[in-house]
């Protein structure tokens, strides 16, 4: 007889990322691979972070900052926020999975759309409480429809705002009206990934809206537009009572000194996070019109990715380019088995997809 497990962790689904370049270029045999999977900045980190980087090497035999003072400091900075409402994570799925071990447990119930983030479903699952998954409404967060189905066992609402993996989003009206109704002993966590991407007039700041909302937690990464996912570095804002429940549950070091030292660097980089978005607004575009010429019109997306409906199931396709050297992402897990979901790449790398997609019969 094997030992007693946590059935909350044992029934999970382990989480699949995006295939890696030299894992699939060592099985097929491939040297020249576009990777169009896991929602990365193509250009890269900006030239002065990779400069800090490099000088940052020679500490890494020292423990980095456990409170990580310098960078809070700067964050606190840029977001007008004092630095104690600030909690510092190992990506910001570290954040998301710390703002359901402070509001949950046996008992008690998450919400989350149906097509949202999976880290959602891990952290909910895992800290032991019941998942709610409401059905989205045109891919996205139904508001109204997470509104009715909070109870009195409801401690915590997650909404990524653009979503992942399907790019919708929502607006400031809607978003407020939510909170408006959510019951203040809900709280709220609004996943904000793909923030720097966006430049709808009407989406939502959710820093803005903090001081109107205690209940609110902002999360925020450096894997996206400042192109450090290598170094697995994001925060939450938040009121203090929830940074520090937050920071209470929080690994000591949990954030790396390099990934410190990079991000206090990455946020003054606002020439390159313009040259990054604009980059990403016109490859939106040029992805767009190639797929609807292909006759796979995309969803609308506010993010550096489109999700595409292929009407046939997806797993072939995948395999189909990774073959041809691209790698895309199947998003089955999330409901969406007919669905692939395409970065935004450099120029030639998203030509590349569109010729060899255009190749696969469909």
């Known amino acids: 007889m094997s030992a007693p497990v946590n059935p909350s962790i044992a029934r999970l689904n382990p989480y699949q990322p995006g295939r890696p370049i030299d894992e699939v270029a060592r099985e097929l045999g491939l040297t020249d691979i576009a990777k169009l999977a896991s929602n990365e900045n193509p250009r890269g980190p ?8 490099q000088d940052a090497m020679g500490e890494l035999s020292r423990y980095p900052d456990a409170n990580g003072h310098a960078l809070k400091r700067r964050l606190a900075i840029h977001h007008d926020i ?13 954040v998301l999975e710390l703002a359901a071990k402070f509001t949950l447990e046996p008992g008690t119930e998450g919400i989350m759309s149906a097509h949202g983030f999976i880290v959602y479903t891990l952290a909910i699952t895992g800290s032991g409480a019941t998942l709610v998954t409401v059905p989205a409404k045109a891919y996205g967060c139904d508001l109204e429809a997470m509104l009715d189905r909070v109870t009195d066992a409801t401690r915590i609402v997650f909404i990524a705002n653009p979503n992942n993996p399907t790019g919708t989003s929502v607006s400031e009206a809607e978003l407020t009206g939510f909170l408006d109704r959510l019951p203040p002993r809900v709280w709220a966590v609004l996943d904000e990934a793909y923030a720097e991407y966006v430049d709808a007039p009407d989406y939502p700041d959710g820093r803005a ?19 450090l996912a290598g ?36 946020l003054d980089q606002t020439a390159f996070v313009a040259e990054s978005a604009a980059l990403n607004r016109d490859g939106l575009g040029a992805l767009t019109a190639g797929l609807r010429q292909l006759g796979y019109p995309p969803l609308p ?7 595409v409906d292929l009407r046939r199931d997806a797993q072939p396709v995948f395999e189909a380019l990774l073959r041809s050297g691209v790698i895309v992402r ?11 979901r395409v970065s935004v790449g450099l120029p030639q790398e998203n030509q590349r997809f569109l010729e060899a997609l255009g190749q696969l019969a469909p």
């Open 301 to 307: 997306s506010a993010g550096n990715f489109l999700c």
């Open 82 to 94: 004092e630095p104690h409402r600030i909690t510092l994570g190992n990506g910001s799925n570290d």
């Open 209 to 227: 809206l903090l001081e109107r909302y205690p209940n609110l937690i902002v999360t925020r990464t450096f894997s996206k537009i400042h192109a």
């Open 46 to 53: 900006a030239p002065a972070v990779r400069e800090r980087i």
């Open 330 to 340: 199947t998003i089955r897990e999330y409901g969406l088995p007919n669905h692939i």
């Open 231 to 266: 170094l697995r570095i994001g925060y939450a804002l938040s009121s203090a009572e929830a940074a520090d429940l937050m920071n209470r549950a929080r690994q000591p070091f949990n954030v790396s000194s390099l990934g410190l030292a990079a991000a206090e660097v990455a």
